[in-house]
């Protein structure tokens, strides 16, 4: 057998304890990185070597299913049978079964006394309901929110006890100084609405030049980059491309051998830079990969945790870059910050919405650009892309507080509306009853002197004020010219004055 390392031992003598005590349905969490599949496979190995147990592993996507199907041979365990549409792996009399989640649910349910759900935070309430009577194990990097369908939580092991073992590496994490206006914008599903999302990109902009900010903090490693959504994903790409850096895209609806050879380009050096959507969030390892690169904003912990996490395991040439253009790291924190996660964690997301393919009608969760199954490619409505700005990128150490967290959304909203950056400080000044700390409204103000943008909203401001102004002054002197005049009609006069056309121009 493979050994395991310490902790991954440890989780599973707390596994065991909780099925001992009567847990029928358990969670282990481990950060992206710290070995969920082969930590089941041990546990499956065990359980056919020592109980002759029929065991189900469910994974979400395809690459998973291959992924659990490569490493249970490392195991030993080769009497595997695969349950995903017309696969040739299909076997019904293996005592093992690697399944779809969505296949799972449409075939007659091969037996088993220990399901393994990958990705357990994706699992809808009927897949686990399908095995009433057997002990079911989760496995995820992101387990909050999950009451109700498992019953109790291991933590296998922290950020803190990974990085400190050599396991995963702390990146180094640059962010802009400023941060998109998303107040206006509605969640849905524990995220932001994607249409009004994309539009409050427009409005309020991604934080920096995504070229620019690889080339200046990417280290020259390979990179992923998260976008918005497929036609932003295959805008970057093309800028990238355009500057010299080659770069190909990604999404749900790129056929598998297309996937494997733009990642065989990215591992080969050919490729510098993956532009995706919602591709390579989960499932995905490649080492040589050091840099994130963070274009879409998330109000999900778990979708952040997930992306950032796909860079941080060690790899020889050097350490993990995440860039950040869209304030994530403020919303969430510092990407190997441990969490301490809870079933009933009030950050857990609602039960996924489903669609259903229009060709082979297999049903899975909304969102996904094409079927998993057949490979059909879901409509897609086109969307206004998300501008950028020119503000800097800084490095972040730590994680910001509520109170500069409030400073830096002003700051935002004074880039947004065209003031000056001082509006900041005097705004939480009134909130807090003293001025912010100096190094805050210095940075605010190099943000404000390399923003083009932001000057021009600013002198356009000015603009508007001093015509107001001058409108304000004529009316007042209109008023005082006809009191002083004892007009008694001055208030129709100045009420036909305003409308008109002839004084206003």
Not at 2 to 31: E, M
Not at 338 to 352: F, G, Q
Not at 439 to 452: F, G, I, P, R
Request: hydrophobic share 40%; with cysteine.
């Amino acid at each position: 057998m493979i050994a395991l390392r310490d902790y991954q031992q440890a989780a599973v003598q707390q596994l065991r304890d909780a099925v001992t005590a009567g847990a029928k349905r358990i969670v282990l969490a481990l950060p992206t990185g710290g070995g969920k599949t082969p930590l089941a496979c041990h546990i499956i190995h065990s359980a056919r070597q020592h109980f002759d147990a029929r065991v189900v592993f469910v994974a979400p996507w395809i690459q998973l299913i291959d992924q659990a199907v490569t490493q249970l041979a490392r195991w030993g365990v080769t009497d595997v049978g695969v349950l995903r549409g017309d696969d040739a792996r299909t076997n019904p009399a293996a005592p093992v079964q690697v399944a779809s989640r969505e296949t799972l649910r449409r075939r007659a349910l091969p037996p088993a006394s220990i399901v393994i759900i990958d990705e357990c935070h994706r699992a809808p309430q009927s897949v686990l309901d399908l095995y009433p009577e057997a002990t079911i194990i989760g496995l995820s990097a992101t387990p909050g929110g999950l009451k109700g369908l498992f019953e109790s939580i291991v933590v296998g092991a922290t950020y803190k006890q990974l990085i400190e073992a050599g396991h995963l590496e702390q990146p180094r994490c640059f962010g802009s100084p400023t941060s998109a206006d998303l107040s206006g914008v509605r969640t849905t599903a524990g995220d932001w609405s994607a249409g009004e999302l994309e539009a409050a990109m427009m409005a309020g902009g991604l934080m920096g030049d995504c070229v620019q900010g690889y080339r200046e903090r990417g280290g020259g490693f390979r990179a992923v980059c998260f976008a918005v959504g497929i036609a932003h994903s295959k805008q970057l790409a093309a800028r990238f491309c355009a500057a010299g850096i080659a770069a190909e895209h990604m999404d749900g609806g790129t056929p598998k051998v297309d996937r494997d050879a733009i990642l065989g380009r990215l591992e080969a050096g050919l490729t510098r830079v993956v532009c995706n959507v919602g591709v390579l969030t989960e499932g995905w390892d490649q080492p040589s990969v050091r840099t994130c690169i963070l274009a879409r904003p998330t109000k999900s912990l778990g979708l952040y945790k997930q992306m950032v996490g796909r860079v941080l395991r060690p790899h020889p040439s050097g350490r993990p870059i995440v860039i950040d253009h869209a304030g994530n790291l403020e919303r969430h924190g510092m990407p190997h910050a441990d969490v301490e996660w809870s079933l009933d964690d009030e950050r857990k997301a609602k039960t996924p919405t489903l669609r259903t393919c229009g060709q082979c009608f297999a049903m899975m969760e909304g969102g996904r650009a094409a079927c998993e199954h057949c490979g059909f490619v879901f409509p897609v409505v086109a969307r206004a892309l998300p501008t950028e700005t020119t503000a800097p990128l800084v490095e972040k150490t730590k994680v910001r507080g509520e109170q500069e967290a409030y400073f830096w959304g002003l700051v935002a909203r004074a880039q947004a509306s065209g003031f000056r950056p001082g509006y900041a400080g005097a705004k939480w000044k009134d909130k807090f009853g003293k001025w912010p700390p100096w190094d805050w409204s210095q940075t605010a103000l190099a943000a404000y002197n390399v923003d083009a943008d932001w000057q021009e909203r600013q002198r356009r401001r000015e603009r508007e004020k001093a015509y107001w102004k001058e409108v304000n002054d004529k009316a007042r002197k209109k008023i005082a010219d006809a009191q002083f005049t004892g007009a008694n009609d001055a208030g129709d006069s100045f009420g036909d004055w305003l409308a008109s056309e002839e004084e206003f121009g």
